[in-house]
């Protein structure tokens, strides 16, 4: 699905998985997670603007995604996935969110058996988590603080799952690339790499 043309077309809802969750009458927490190399990601805020991500960062609202990608992860194979979580503010400190709302979340999420760590900066986050194999997930406060990441390290073989849905449900992380439509350029291996994932989630659930 294309977000524009969802847009275009009068989707009245944030993104696809919003519009998805309301079709299926779907009520709990949902988010999307990207996967990169089974290196998965997710986000405390998504499609929308910047201005309105740091009222959105609140103890609760981490805990429901630490909770979900745990869950999410066991269906993909994983025993005790390692979960590490960003910081918004520069170098973790500049700024009061994460003394107030990012810490507390990742005590409480400890207490309760969750393999947490951090709050990581988000500007060696992927070298750490990622790159160094430390982590095999990791929670961020906003879109572009993970896509970015995600999408230089690897545009071509990423994966978005839709996670809290009753059905599994993905697709490749770069779109619909309608500029190479009909081109026959198309790399095949990220919705190859969706179908695995998507079948491992099947599999695990039944």
Known sequence: MNKTSLKLGGNQYSDELQLIAHKLKIKNFCCEFNV???FWTARVTSHIPIKEVAQNITKENIMKLIKLIDKVMKLNGFKNPRIAIQALNPHAE???EEKDEIIPAIKEAKKLGYNVD?????DTSFIIAYKNKNYDCMVGMYHDALQSGLKAFGFDRGVTVQGGLPVPITTTAHGT???IAG???ANLNPILNSFKIALTMVENKI
């Open 36 to 38: 990169l190399d089974n």
């Open 94 to 96: 500049f700024g009061t």
């Open 118 to 122: 951090g709050p990581l900066p988000c």
């Open 177 to 179: 690339a309608f500029d």
């Open 183 to 185: 081109k026959n350029q």
